[in-house]
């Protein structure tokens, strides 16, 4: 069993930053995968940034050259540094892991964060 807390929301101008983190905990094999992903109102949730333990990393194309997502493997946790924000990363981000894995792309996780509430805005 995982489980995943997650902080570093809030409240943002268009053009500021937030630094998100996620702390696993449990039964986590050294090989898995981390990231982050967000649901807007009225949107599908998507994939926003993954790291597998060997470093590999994928960003969804609306936020590459933005966010940056980083993990520390002592410690079983991830970060999601977000600069230039835009209104349109407003939305709940969640934090996922999967184990075995080194990517998303294949299928759901079967771990998640409760969520945290970003919101770009004047």
């Known amino acids: 069993q995982v489980q995943l807390v997650e902080s570093g929301g809030g409240l943002v101008q268009p053009g500021g930053s937030l630094r998100l983190s996620c702390a696993a905990s449990g039964s986590i094999w050294s090989i898995n995968t981390m990231g982050w992903y967000r649901q807007a109102p009225g949107k599908q949730r998507e994939l926003v940034a993954a790291i597998a333990s060997g470093s590999a990393t994928d960003y969804a194309d609306s936020v590459k050259g933005r966010f940056t997502i980083s993990r520390d493997n002592a410690k079983n946790t991830v970060y999601l540094q977000m600069n230039s924000l835009k209104p349109e990363d407003t939305a709940v981000y969640y934090c996922?892991?999967?184990?075995?894995?080194?990517?998303?792309?294949?299928?759901?996780?079967?771990?998640w964060g409760q969520g945290t509430q970003v919101t770009v805005s004047s």
């Open positions: 996922a892991l999967d184990q075995l894995v080194n990517t998303f792309r294949r299928k759901t996780p079967d771990y």
